[in-house]
């Protein structure tokens, strides 16, 4: 059959009864209405023609054929119909499909248009005319594409040189809208929106063109955009690096500069956590994390000490959260992991210090108090005895004097290793501070007895092993002894501090007995030990409430003339009377009172020598102070000497203070400085009991000192130790040479002044002359006698 031409009507088919086929010319589409006359056995080709949709030809109608010519009339009723006029009679079911489409039309978000091959616009909505801004009146008026195209680019809808359409588009619309149409292509409106503009060709002429709005799509594409590269620039630019896992916890990503090329990170893909095999997490700690996941929380933090193939121990911190998707099913956990290696170092370094003494590595007092608590609450489970030693070198201070620091730093290294070797693994060996030792044994026998003895033999393993000499760095041999101070213990035990004071005051037992020995703690000296505490309290309080006196003990020149005088502090207890210094100077300078007491001591002495001044007889005395080294060392020593002297008047050629040579044998410059800065002044420096420590030539050249003093004990038996006469006469001829003044302490006989008259001494002091006493049996002794 010939294919329908174009511009008719109304096609009507009759299709043979055999066909069960429509032709194929139906599918080109065209203007006309069909209208299919087919026998009742073919209806479903009508339903087939009805589906063809707008490609096809446009099914108006059908008419099933019965016998004979019984279906004309209907036929033409039908024909008749189709040829009626738009706006004419429509058929009740036409009418409706109609107003459902339009609605359809009207309610779509896109703006929607069809044009007949001509370019008429022939289907229209609400839509597009919004977003095209143009009139219904003229769109429904039949107007063409490229009619409407023209005004609106003369409108400036397109923009000037058409920059508000696409490089797709541009071309079609400066052709003036003319075929052929891209498929899709954008452009913006003046208003700033974004439309898209896709067309679809009829086949038989025109097209359908739709218009979506699709700024906001556009919007949220590049806010994506931009949180994708925000995400991207994190992961590169942050030491943190990015992962997830997936539902069954196995790592699927890792990302991020921080992770880039690190193999052993990327070597946790396709593993979970818990085959990463963290060697810091407690079975605890793991049982939390895994409810953590299981209840699909978050979590911060979770570190993770992990070795790698190298053996090296390295710390990751990781944070997650549980991903979810749309529907709240659980894809699996992301978050950021970090390589906190370095801060745990930092970490255990400050653990170190916090714990360990840094020059031996030792537990340090903190640890040990620790771990003796420990012990202490063990001790009623085992039964056992435990001992706590306190270890003192003998004479490590003259040896850090004298040989210097890194010497003295060397030897405690090596006593330290010594120490550690002498006990057992698992007990402790702590260090103090300076030259204590204390070590933490457990494990003695649950006799009282044996446990004595055990201990005992554990503190002379200890004293051997430090016995043995050391080889100092430059070459030569020191010897040392030690003394150790132990308590025993069991449950129930004291206090851990108490048990410290008791192995420290054991120690000074063991000290006081002459060193080199050991002394168990005895409770019955417990006594001593709050008598000690209770004196610390009293000349606290005595300081405060004034309780100290200054006694002044002569200085006499070769005739028995008064020249000057030594002060000497006595404490006026309220109950036991006048103290001396022996009994609390020492306890002074451990528990840091010597600072407040000193400061006393050279106010008084200088109040004294401004009340001396002009009085004949005392007017040119020179009062000797004595000076503890701590005292010395203050930073602002010189400060405290010049303002005792500018807020008494003293003159300071009158003062003269006393150092031992302890004192000078360290920090030798800033001492030579602070001396030097007071002697520029005229206070004079004398150097006391000089013969009895480490005394050398070299640093009484160096040193700006004025006078020394020969101590008492050589002056005791001057006449009767051949060595005690030639360090005198030593002394006597190295002071001769140095151009130093000399006194000689501790003068009780005449004998004795002889002697030392004879080797040249020219000042003296001592019993002999005048025993210490108040100033103003110093004054009475001075006073011109009466005319
Ligand atoms: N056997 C005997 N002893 C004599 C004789 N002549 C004097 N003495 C004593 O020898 C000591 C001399 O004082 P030192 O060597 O500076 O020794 C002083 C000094 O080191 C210290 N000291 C005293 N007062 C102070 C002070 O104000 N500050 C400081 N830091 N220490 C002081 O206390 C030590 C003892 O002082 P003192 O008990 O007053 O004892 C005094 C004095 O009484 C004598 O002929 N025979």
């Known amino acids: 059959m010939a294919t329908p031409r174009q511009g008719w009507d109304v096609v009507v088919l009759c299709l043979a009864p055999d066909e069960h086929e429509l032709p194929q010319w ?136 058409c920059e508000l359409v696409d490089g797709r588009g541009r071309p079609y619309i400066l052709r003036g809208a003319r075929d052929p149409s891209p498929d899709l292509y954008r452009r913006r409106t003046r208003d700033g929106r974004t439309l898209e503009v896709r067309t679809r060709l009829l086949p038989g002429g025109g097209f359908v063109r739709t218009f979506s709005d699709v700024s906001e799509y556009l919007r949220v594409q590049a806010e994506q955009q931009r949180s994708e590269e925000r995400f991207r620039s994190l992961c590169a630019l942050s030491s943190d690096w990015y992962w997830e896992q997936d539902a069954q916890l196995r790592f699927t990503d890792i990302r991020g500069t921080a992770a880039q090329g690190d193999a052993r990170l990327q070597d946790w893909l396709g593993r979970t956590l818990a085959e990463l095999g963290a060697l810091n997490l407690t079975r605890a700690a793991w049982t939390e994390h895994v409810q953590r996941i299981a209840a699909r929380q978050p979590f911060r933090e979770l570190e993770l000490k992990l070795l790698d193939p190298q053996g090296q121990v390295r710390w990751i911190a990781l944070s997650g959260e549980p991903m979810v998707e749309d529907g709240g099913r659980f894809v699996g956990y992301r978050g950021v992991g970090r390589n906190i290696t370095d801060r745990k170092h930092a970490e255990e370094q400050i653990e170190r210090l916090a714990f360990y003494d840094a020059l031996t590595g030792l537990p340090n007092r903190r640890l040990l108090l620790d771990r003796l608590q420990r012990t202490c609450s063990g001790l009623e489970r085992s039964g056992h005895h435990a001992a706590l030693l306190f270890v003192d070198l003998d004479h490590f201070k003259e040896l850090n004097d004298t040989r210097g620091h890194e010497h003295g730093d060397a030897l405690l290294v090596e006593v330290a290793q010594r120490l550690r070797g002498a006990v057992r693994a698992g007990d402790t060996v702590a260090r103090f501070g300076g030259d204590e030792f204390v070590l933490l044994v457990g494990g003695l026998d649950h006799a009282p007895d044996q446990a004595r003895r055990d201990g005992d033999e554990v503190a002379r393993k200890v004293m051997a092993a430090l016995t043995r000499p050391y080889l100092l760095q430059d070459g030569q041999h020191y010897h040392s002894t030690s003394s150790v101070g132990m308590t025993l213990f069991a449950h129930p035990a004291p206090a851990a501090e108490e048990l410290i004071r008791q192995a420290d005051f054991a120690m000074y037992q063991a000290k006081a007995a002459g060193r080199n020995s050991v002394r168990f703690f005895d409770p019955g000296l417990l006594e001593q030990m709050r008598a000690r505490a209770q004196l610390e309290g009293e000349l606290r309080r005595g300081l405060v409430q004034q309780e100290l006196l200054l006694y002044y003990q002569p200085v006499v020149d070769g005739g028995g003339a008064i020249i000057g005088a030594e002060a000497l502090v006595r404490w006026q207890h309220p109950v036991r009377g006048v103290v001396g210094p022996g009994e609390f100077i020492e306890l002074a300078e451990r528990t840091g009172l010597i600072l407040a007491l000193g400061d006393w001591v050279l106010q008084a002495a200088c109040t004294r020598l401004a009340r001396w001044a002009g009085r004949p007889g005392l007017d040119a005395l020179v009062v000797s102070v004595n000076v503890s080294a701590r005292q010395f060392r203050q930073p602002d020593f010189a400060a405290r000497v010049r303002q005792a002297l500018r807020a008494s008047g003293a003159r300071p050629r009158q003062l003269r203070l006393e150092l031992t040579e302890s004192l000078l044998l360290n920090e030798t410059e800033e001492t030579i400085a602070k001396m030097e800065s007071l002697r520029a002044e005229g206070v004079g420096f004398s150097l006391d009991d000089f013969g009895t420590g480490y005394s050398s030539l070299s640093y009484l050249k160096r040193l700006p000192l004025d006078q020394i003093k020969i101590d008492r004990a050589f002056v005791r038996d001057v006449l009767g130790e051949p060595n005690d006469a030639a360090i005198v006469r030593t002394i006597l001829a190295l002071a001769h040479s140095l151009d130093l003044q000399v006194v000689a302490e501790g003068v009780e006989t005449t004998s004795q002044l002889e002697f030392l008259r004879q080797h040249g001494c020219r000042a003296f002091q001592g019993y002999l002359f005048g025993r210490p006493a108040p100033a103003e049996a110093l004054e009475q002794a001075l006073q011109p006698a009466p005319a």
């Open 26 to 161: 139906l599918r080109t589409g065209a203007a006309w209405r069909l209208l299919l006359c087919l026998d009742e056995a073919q209806e479903h080709l009508a339903a087939r023609a009805l589906r063809m949709g707008p490609a096809g030809a446009c099914l108006g109608d059908y008419v099933l054929r019965r016998k004979g010519h019984d279906h004309v009339p209907e036929l033409l009723e039908r024909i008749a119909a189709l040829l009626a006029p738009a706006g004419g009679a429509v058929r009740p079911h036409e009418a409706r499909q109609l107003a459902e489409l339009r609605t359809a039309l009207g309610s779509m978000s896109q703006g929607i248009l069809q044009t007949d091959p001509e370019g008429r616009v022939t289907v229209y909505n609400q839509q597009a005319l919004e977003f095209l801004d143009l009139p219904e009146a003229l769109v429904a008026s039949g107007a063409t594409l490229a009619e409407l195209t023209e005004l609106q680019r003369r409108r400036g809808d397109f923009g000037e040189l």
